[in-house]
């Protein structure tokens, strides 16, 4: 627990945000955007990564097994294009945009933990080339993510 | 879509037709005898898009999915996951079990070394489907073709064999019992019983090569 938090607070400090002191306040990067299923997004031109956020991953358990689309293969905002599994449980992933599936991260076969450990970076999952830019208007910056966030987890 | 709250049960009282079952990642290294044979047990093989490894369902097990919109009790997966553990736990302890969770990589319900129930779920979009199965007094033997979710070395029990000479009541009432337990550790007040039986595999998705 002390390790991730020092972790939490490394990254937190890089880009300005807090973390709690108490128990653990999911890490949200500001420069990202994210869907509603804990998907975040780094647009880059027209090329966009991503993957699944340090909420999800922490919600989810130990990763064990990520599934992988084809490289080509067409994903669509909101629609599932693979899945992980954690703790015997097969959760889909869903695109939190439109495009073309370009580079898919192979190490993620022989390291699915990185989903956990990394999230953000070494645990990206794949990159498209985005049919529809636009849409990247229907997600959520930090601010909103995180507050989203908040309520989900206040509910139980 | 908000509150979805089901659970569906295809097995124990008219019997699932014994069926092997693999996940998503179709271990099927784990299946110890040629598909061939399995025939001849009188035993199916099923490939589904749950987590979780190679298991037998069968007669004489308790076979629950709930169907829960994780996102609207604001959960994920390993809370859920843990929760049907500790709902088979408590269960178990209704019979004098002394059943515990898991070690790390090893999720279900084991009484010391041996495992008495099995987990395997699929979420998508935050809805949960297929769940777990409890074996009140499945034949063990099946067992024996199969690494059990993949962990070799441990053996399968079932309440039949945790509670000896036990006065145990009818799979109707166990049946209910757990899902009252599934209930209670869901925070769920009330549970409206269905009868469904044209629910067997429907809803489970079929991936075959």
Redesign the interface.
């Known amino acids: 627990m002390a390790a991730r938090f020092l972790w939490a607070s490394r990254v937190a400090s890089h880009l300005r945000i807090s973390v709690a002191q108490r128990g653990f306040a999911s890490v949200v990067l500001k420069d990202l955007k994210y869907a509603e299923?804990h998907e975040w997004v780094k647009i880059d031109g027209n090329k966009a990564t991503f993957g699944i956020t340090d909420h999800?991953q922490?919600?989810?358990?130990?990763v064990?097994?990520v599934?992988l689309p084809d490289l080509g293969r067409s994903v669509s905002q909101g629609e599932?294009f693979g899945?992980v599994?954690?703790?015997?449980?097969?959760?889909?992933i869903?695109s939190p945009v439109s495009g073309k599936v370009v580079e898919v991260n192979e190490v993620l076969g022989e390291t699915p933990g990185l989903v956990n450990t990394s999230p953000y970076e070494e645990g990206w999952i794949i990159k498209v080339e985005l049919s529809d830019a636009g849409e990247v208007e229907k997600l959520m910056d930090s601010d909103k993510y995180s507050k989203f966030c908040e309520e989900?987890?206040?509910?139980? | 879509m908000d509150d979805v709250q089901e659970m569906r049960s295809p097995g124990t009282l008219h019997g699932a037709s014994p069926s092997y079952t693999l996940?998503?990642?179709r271990t099927d290294h784990n299946l110890l005898i040629p598909e061939a044979e399995l025939k001849g047990l009188g035993a199916e093989l099923h490939y589904t898009?749950?987590?979780?490894d190679i298991t037998f369902h069968g007669p004489h097990q308790a076979i629950l999915y709930p169907i829960i919109s994780l996102?609207?009790?604001?959960?994920?997966?390993?809370?859920?996951?843990?929760t049907l553990e500790r709902s088979m736990i408590e269960f178990a302890s209704v019979y004098g079990v002394k059943a515990r969770a898991g070690h790390?990589?090893e999720?279900?319900v084991w009484v010391g070394d041996r495992k008495i129930g099995a987990?395997?779920?699929?979420?998508?979009?935050?809805i949960t489907s297929h769940g777990l199965a409890f074996n009140i007094d499945p034949d063990l033997k099946y067992f024996e073709h199969i690494v059990p979710?993949g962990i070799a070395d441990k053996e399968v029990t079932s309440l039949r064999r945790e509670t000896d000479d036990m006065l145990l009541p009818s799979e109707e009432v166990i049946h209910e019992q757990l899902v009252s337990c599934l209930a209670k550790a869901f925070s769920y007040d009330d549970v409206v019983w269905k009868e469904d039986p044209s629910f067997i595999l429907d809803n489970q998705e079929e991936y075959k090569d």
């Open positions: 299923s999800a922490d919600h989810l358990g130990d064990v097994y599934e599932s899945a599994e954690s703790v015997k449980a097969t959760s889909d869903n989900e987890d206040a509910k139980h | 996940g998503k990642r898009q749950r987590g979780g996102r609207s009790i604001g959960i994920g997966a390993r809370n859920y996951v843990e790390k990589g999720t279900g987990i395997g779920v699929r979420i998508s979009s935050g979710c």
